[in-house]
């Protein structure tokens, strides 16, 4: 890589204050190695005590300046890899997660092995590693985001798997040199994240970061090799859905000029929508930190429907 951000550049927060922890020129090619940390899960495995913990949860580290990015513009972080270490954890926070209920108030943390044999969930169970970035993001105009919830227009804790190697996510630019940061590194995590916290792990994202001009995001995309997945945000989940289905619509009539009509019938057809990471899309209640409001939905629309004299359709 050509570029290297240890752990100790970790913050809490998505922000343009202070000064950048890095300035590179967009569209090179170089590599960025951003290192994360997984302490916070360690020392919950140790104490099984909120109380206890002398670090914070989920740091990013950065940001990242990139020179010539100006609001409206977006960023594309194309992921090359995600190096995992010897570690990941499964943690049950009491409280959080659509498990909480069953898991009570007791704290579970167990230390999860990766080795070449994969993902040591269970003593039985031992999964081929499927790492991602749950948290990324670009900073806001004003203030700070978050970096456990709501997930922003700007990005954040999405904990999308689609966020893995060979995807590249397109973030807003608010601010003059966009200011990106990483975090949250996943060893493995099903869609949805019904624990909240996935089986975390320490390790490296490598990405590569470009520009594209004007494209003026109200929200977060991401694509993969096959498809572009739009993420919708919004209080209720309908207005999250609803939001999403409009940005897919708008990416096929207004950037690839299709007929309206055209547009929404193949979206009726092979449009699929579906829950995103549990972070909520709107501030949480000061009184329940770790209750979402709010929904982070996806809609994923198969790249094959561009190709061809008439869209992809016959």
Known sequence: ???????????????????PALKITPGTGETIGFETSDEVYAQLHEFHDMEKLTVGI????????????RPGDALAVTIHDIRLKDRGWSVSLPGSGALQYVMGEEMFTRRVPIDDDGVHVTDRHTFAPLPMIGCIGTAPAEGSNSTIMPSTPQGGNMDLVQCRPGSTVYLPVMVEGAYLSIGDIHAIMAEGESSF???????????????????NLRAPRVETADEWIFVGLGDPVQESIRRGYEDMFHFLVSDHGWDRGDAYAVMSAVGHSQLGGPTGSAEPDPLHPFSAVGAVTIHRLPKSVLAGPAAGTT
């Open 197 to 215: 916290v996935a089986i975390e792990a320490e390790g490296i994202a490598v990405v590569s970061v470009d520009v594209v001009r004007d494209l």
């Open 58 to 69: 989920n740091p990013v580290t950065g940001p990242v300046y990139v020179e010539g990015a």
């Open 1 to 19: 890589m050509d570029h290297f951000l240890d752990k100790t550049h970790g913050r809490f927060g998505f922000s343009a204050s202070g000064s």
